[in-house]
Structures are given as C-alpha cells and as structure tokens.
C-alpha cells in the first residue's frame, strides 16, 4: 500500500516555473513507477510524466517534451515534477500516482490504469 500527497502548486505567470513534489509512505515506493498526472476542467485526466522505480528512465507527453523534467529521490521518497516555460494551457490539478508493479522494467505506462495509487492533487493555475 502507498498514500501519495502532492505539494507545491500555486499561481504562477505564463512563462514562468514551479515545482510540484510528491511523497510517498509506505515501504514499497522506491519498488514503483511513478507517474504524474493532470486534469484541467471539464477535461479528461491525461498523462504528463513517468519515471522508473531507480529513477533512471523517463517519460513524457509530447505537450510538456522539454518543458517539464521528473525526478525522484527514493531516500526521500519522494518524486518531482520541476515546469518550466508554463503556459495557461498547463492550468490543471496535478496528481502523482504509483503503478501496482513492483521493479518494474518494461516500457513505462501512460494508461491511467496501470496506476493503482493516487494523491489528492494540487492546483497549478498558469495566467496569461
């Protein structure tokens, strides 16, 4: 079992940057993919990020390729999602989410059901 609380959302300036973190309890979270995940209103949740239990590989979706950069710090339990060059458009409650595999190896999973985990979200809210 993981419980995962973000942080870190706030208003912020076309242009400009926030961090959003992510900790997780409970002794499997460094065994976990971790993914990000947002939902602006009336839309669909969709993919943002994903990155391997040991931290080194990554995934993106094309809208923030470049932009946005994840992290993690298994000793801390915790993973990052640092954005840059925001845009009103990345205006959304950001959730982090741990997949239900354990040392996981394959291709990381963009599909919300693979994540069995989920936060409660934070609110990013990008002005023009």
């Known amino acids: 079992q993981v419980q995962l609380v973000e942080s870190g959302g706030g208003l912020v300036q076309a242009g400009g940057s926030l961090r959003v973190s992510c900790v997780g309890s409970?002794?499997?979270?460094?065994?976990?993919?971790m993914g990000w995940f947002r939902q602006a209103p009336g839309k669909e949740r969709e993919f943002v990020s994903a990155i391997g239990w040991s931290g080194g590989s990554t995934f993106y979706a094309d809208s923030v390729k470049g932009r946005f950069t994840v992290s993690r710090d298994n000793a801390k339990n915790t993973v990052y999602l640092q954005m840059n060059s925001l845009k009103p458009e990345d205006t959304a409650v950001y959730y982090c989410a741990a997949d239900r595999s354990l040392y996981y190896s394959g291709a990381l999973p963009s599909r919300r059901a693979a994540y069995d985990y989920w936060g409660q979200g934070t609110q990013v809210t990008v002005s023009s």
């Open positions: 409970g002794r499997t979270f460094s065994m976990h993919v």
